[in-house]
């Protein structure tokens, strides 16, 4: 069976500061990869997604950016936080083409201080 | 362009009583599809329901239905008996982009559940 898993969980950071966050998904081969941002008491942003390897696509303009380096690893990153940057992060990944459900994995809260 | 509204943002029932979210699109596609995600306060998102836009039957899930209505651009969802843990947000979505199958998301609807 498929599992998606995220990394950290939690992360505290201080405006200014770099970021990485982790996203790999097992049990199936080129996924379609999504990152999302929800803020608090919001609903969701879609930041980037990727069909295939290299292959990345930004929905809005910001200060992050991804990649995706191998066929199940999306990585979300930052040279530099910014104070709107906290929010509740989440990656997911659907199956190849088709507009299939996307499944969703744990999340990581990010509070820039 | 592809718009999901989910006009309540909070409803607060009594266990037992029926609840249902209401969800409104907008689309130029022909073609499209619509889901139902639930968030409970551990934060992941559970997928529900896909629906495409050819298939306008209802459909019921255990205490979980849905009522596709083309007519009126509406995908609503009623949980039946509601239990305490169905309290949670719950998401509507609408796919969009040809090649990229990504999905527009309402705004959510928080549903609490008193006991």
């Known amino acids: 069976s498929q599992t998606i898993h995220q990394w950290p969980a939690t992360l505290v950071q201080p405006v200014g500061s770099p970021l990485s966050l982790e996203c790999t998904v097992e049990?199936?081969?080129?996924?379609?990869l999504y990152w999302y941002r929800q803020a608090a008491g919001r609903g969701l942003q879609l930041l980037f997604y990727?069909?295939?390897?290299?292959?990345i696509s930004s929905e809005v303009p910001q200060n992050l950016s991804a990649s995706r380096p191998q066929d199940r690893q999306f990585i979300l990153s930052s040279k530099k936080l910014l104070l709107s940057d906290s929010g509740f992060y989440l990656c997911?990944?659907?199956?190849?083409?088709?507009?299939?459900?996307?499944?969703f994995g744990p999340g990581t809260r990010l509070t820039v201080t | 362009a592809q718009k999901v509204t989910q006009a309540q943002t909070e409803i607060s029932v009594v266990e037992k009583e029926d609840v249902t979210l209401d969800c409104v699109y907008e689309?130029?596609?022909?073609?499209?599809?619509l889901f139902w995600y639930k968030q409970p306060p551990s934060g992941e998102l559970v997928f529900l329901i896909r629906?495409?836009?050819?298939?306008?039957q209802n459909e019921i899930s255990g205490r979980y239905s849905w009522n596709f209505q083309k007519s009126t651009s509406s995908f609503n969802f009623t949980i039946t008996a509601s239990q305490v843990v169905d309290s949670a947000v719950y998401f509507c979505?609408?796919?969009?982009?040809?090649?990229?199958?990504?999905?527009?998301f309402g705004a959510g609807t928080t549903v609490t559940v008193r006991a």
């Open positions: 997911a990944w659907s199956v190849g083409t088709g507009f299939y459900e996307q499944y």
């Open positions: 049990g199936t081969s080129n996924p379609n």
């Open positions: 990727s069909v295939g390897i290299g292959q």
């Open positions: 689309t130029r596609d022909t073609t499209y599809y």
């Open positions: 629906r495409n836009s050819f298939d306008e």
């Open positions: 979505a609408l796919s969009y982009g040809s090649n990229d199958y990504k999905l527009s």
